[in-house]
Nanobody, 127 residues
């Protein structure tokens, strides 16, 4: 069965950095566009960053542009999210997701486009 397992969350002070990783198994990883979403208490799940199958196309939420970087390693079936200059408003549960795609360049922006989800990892940024 398909599994997406996130790691790397934790508690960090404002201005600090964290690197989230997502290990995928049970699927042909290179056939899936990947994304990171987050959900804060009382808020809807929102797209943070997304990357195409090839890794050649990316998309970021305006709130994280210039601070977060998404990358993938198709040989290792992993996608990562480097988060720098973290702010208290970045506090949320972060989820990795996979969207099957026929295009090497397509970036999936919406949650309904994704087929598989991880269990989430908590990121807490203290002020």
């Amino acid at each position: 069965q398909v599994q997406l397992v996130e790691s790397g969350g934790g508690l960090v002070q404002a201005g600090g950095s964290l690197r989230l990783s997502c290990a995928a198994s049970g699927l042909t990883f290179s056939s899936y566009a990947m994304g990171w979403f987050r959900q804060a208490p009382g808020e809807e799940r929102e797209s943070v960053a997304a990357i195409s199958r090839s890794g050649g196309s990316t998309h970021y939420a305006d709130s994280v542009k210039g601070r977060f970087t998404i990358s993938r390693d198709n040989a290792k079936n992993m996608v990562s999210l480097q988060m720098n200059s973290l702010k208290p408003e970045d506090t949320a549960v972060y989820y990795c997701a996979a969207a099957w795609s026929t295009s090497r360049w397509y970036v999936a922006h919406e949650a309904h486009e994704y087929d598989y989800w991880g269990q989430g990892t908590q990121v807490t940024v203290s002020s």
